[in-house]
């Protein structure tokens, strides 16, 4: 455990500045040179000069720096690198600016950094997702016959049965030593473009592994449980492998997910060729699907053909449901990073087991609203979504339980 001294500021020895810093902090928050100028007192002049190496950060700069981005001063001392767009998961649309684009690698990375720094402190030697490389495929063709017993396999590797609903994806996954953890990029600054709802890295060679994913209540929780699933389908299929199409890569992850979320043999058993929408209800309920997915999973097994496959998503758009349908599901929170960070830096007071947010941001070198938006909430274990979320603008330095 880190130690904390009496204010909850963290020791830690001081480290020569990183200027590429700058840029990355520019990335997540989208701003521009002239803005970050204005809000920090530097002439652009200097700041260009000091994002470019030219000259030398002193600890002056970095005060001003910080103050204006609301960063803790160490952030500005990490070597952290960012994940090539290359490595990640995810599908973006024609309107998708490369800012955009490397907003979400930029806060994947932090989010990956802070996730080792965890891991170190927690002293995790051995990746808990490791069982992922005994089960993934190295075979660059793929069946959809493979992917459906790979997920099969996937349900025993969780201790999960072959058949029935999955009672909680979220915690599913984070039990098997996946962290799941909402991200603000895909929700703010790339959600107008990019139609990925979640992210991950699946051949990187991280000391854990992460699914980021659409959070801020943008998505129902039928929605939210077929994109945690796709995650983990990228996770298992492309750990080793990457089709040449894009498409594909996608493909197979639906696929997955679909297999994933109702087996074959469960499929065949619930869904019949004569249903109508209406019929679709009840399934969804019991199953946590949406209709669009089961509407899509009764096509690929083949008993809808393509033309009542069609049907029912014509139906689908008329009634309005392809931006919101009937029965909703509840949302699954995540835990596992809350817990991970309770774990290593929480201390026990007479008021109950509290975390300081400054000396925490500074502990890991991350803004603390970020930490807390990733960990669904740090101060309470009832959280909601857009409570977590309005407190990112409220930027909060203080003690909580």
Request: with cysteine.
């Amino acid at each position: 455990m880190s130690t904390f001294n009496p204010e909850g500021i963290a020791l830690k020895q001081r480290l020569a500045f990183n200027p590429e810093r700058i840029a990355l902090a520019r990335r997540l928050e989208g701003v521009t040179q002239k803005e970050l100028s204005t809000r920090s007192g530097l002439s652009q002049a200097k700041l260009s000069k000091l994002q470019n190496g030219i000259i030398s950060f002193n600890e002056s700069d970095v005060v001003k720096l910080s103050g204006a981005l609301d960063y803790p001063i160490s952030y500005f001392e990490e070597s952290g690198t960012v994940i090539p767009l290359s490595e990640l998961t995810y599908r973006k649309t024609s309107r998708s600016s490369m800012g955009e684009l490397n907003s979400v690698s930029t806060e994947y990375s932090l989010l990956m950094d802070v996730i080792q720094k965890l891991c170190h402190v927690l002293k995790m030697k051995k990746n808990p997702a490791a069982w992922i490389d005994e089960i993934a495929p190295h075979e660059q063709s793929l069946s959809e016959e493979k992917i459906e017993r790979l997920a099969i396999r996937t349900r025993e590797c969780l201790g999960l049965k072959p058949d029935g609903a999955v009672p909680n994806v979220t915690r599913a996954i984070e039990r098997a030593g996946i962290i799941v953890s909402p991200m603000r990029s895909l929700n703010m600054r790339g959600g107008a473009n990019l139609t990925s709802e979640g992210v991950t890295a699946p051949s990187s060679q991280w000391h854990a592994m992460c699914i980021g994913y659409l959070g801020n209540g943008a998505l129902g929780g039928d929605r939210l449980r077929f994109t945690k699933a796709h995650e983990l389908g990228h996770l298992i299929l492309h750990r080793y492998r990457k089709p040449d199409s894009p498409q594909l890569v996608e493909r197979e992850a639906h696929i997955f997910a679909g297999a994933f979320l109702i087996s074959q043999l469960d499929a065949r058993l619930v869904l019949k060729s004569n249903l109508s929408l209406r019929d679709f209800l009840p399934i969804k309920a019991g199953w946590g699907i949406s209709i669009a997915a089961l509407i899509s999973r009764s096509h690929n097994l083949g008993i809808i053909d393509r033309q009542r496959y069609t049907s029912l998503n014509i139906q689908l758009s008329g009634k309005g449901w392809k931006k919101q349908e009937p029965v909703p599901v509840g949302i699954e929170n995540p835990l596992l990073l809350k817990q991970m960070i309770t774990s290593a830096y929480g201390f026990k007071t007479d008021q109950g087991l509290k975390i300081d947010s400054i000396g925490l941001a500074s502990e890991l070198g991350a803004p603390f609203r970020y930490l807390d938006y990733w960990s669904d909430g740090l101060d309470d274990e009832g959280m909601h979504w857009g409570i977590a979320a309005n407190r990112f603008e409220q930027r909060p330095n203080r003690m909580i339980a």
